[in-house]
């Protein structure tokens, strides 16, 4: 049902998760080097998602954060030179991104993708946010499947409207999956939450509704951003308004 509502591209499959926070552990789990070498490389732009760096404290890899420019974009030439300095097992790239929101320039993240595939590494699309957004991955990798045996896609029913019933999927090369699909716990879902899961995608366009009016509530903080000394980051893609506050200056002790 997941596959069908995903629309995978040929060559693919999925994997579920206790929500996309197993799955983010797991992969770090897949990376990580036990042989008492040094330590596996995780790469993320940053402010990103908090289980990123989490995940890889926990798997003893090395996390190592790009800053994003300041209107929270891609910072690409810095992302560059860190897959090619460190040659990263993982890369994550959260599109939209939590917690800004933001969709990154695709160009910028093609390239980005590109290199750590020429890096050896596994680049990982987190699209948890995206009932949301108006794209997906999946269309490039469908385009260019050649190009994306390295890559893997994330989601999870959460932002879908499901937050409770923990449900994430993880979908990629059926050579690739089948391979992280090994350290899967067994019994990682129980029968209630797929029930729930596969309930819902029967009503998906109810959830998809949900999502536009969540949408518009957030796009009517914008004026509030505007009457404030903050300048609100546009186009935003989540259930939020982000701003950037500009920082004060110390008053005189």
């Given at each position: ?161 499901l937050a409770g019933v923990r ?87």
């Amino acid at each position: 049902a997941l596959a069908r509502h995903a629309r995978l591209p040929e060559g693919w499959a999925l994997m579920l998760g206790n929500g996309s926070d197993e799955l983010i552990t797991l992969l770090a789990l897949c990376c990580s080097r036990q042989d008492g070498e040094q330590p596996a490389a995780m790469l993320a732009p940053m402010p990103s998602f908090v289980m990123y760096p989490l995940a890889a404290h926990l798997h003893h890899m090395d996390f190592h954060a790009v800053p994003l420019r300041p209107d929270f974009q891609l910072d690409e030439a810095a992302m560059l030179a860190a897959i090619e300095s460190l040659r990263p097992a993982l890369l994550w790239l959260s599109h939209p991104n939590n917690p800004t929101g933001t969709l990154w320039d695709e160009a910028a993240m093609a390239r980005l993708i590109e290199a750590q595939g020429r890096a050896g590494g596994i680049a990982v699309i987190d699209e948890a946010y995206q009932p949301f957004a108006a794209r997906t991955w999946l269309d490039a990798a469908r385009q260019r499947p050649a190009e994306h045996a390295h890559v893997l896609v994330m989601r999870t029913l959460s932002k879908f409207g499901l937050a409770g019933v923990r449900v994430g999927y993880l979908m990629g090369d059926e050579r690739l999956i089948s391979q992280i699909d090994k350290a899967r716990p067994p019994y990682n879902l129980g029968s209630l939450n797929i029930e729930c899961a596969l309930f819902a995608l029967e009503h998906a366009s109810v959830f998809d509704e949900q999502a536009r009016l969540f949408a518009r509530s957030a796009s009517a903080c914008k004026p509030v951003c505007t009457a404030c000394p903050a300048r609100a980051l546009t186009p935003v893609r989540a259930t939020w308004c982000c701003c950037a506050w500009p920082l004060r200056a110390r008053p005189p002790a």
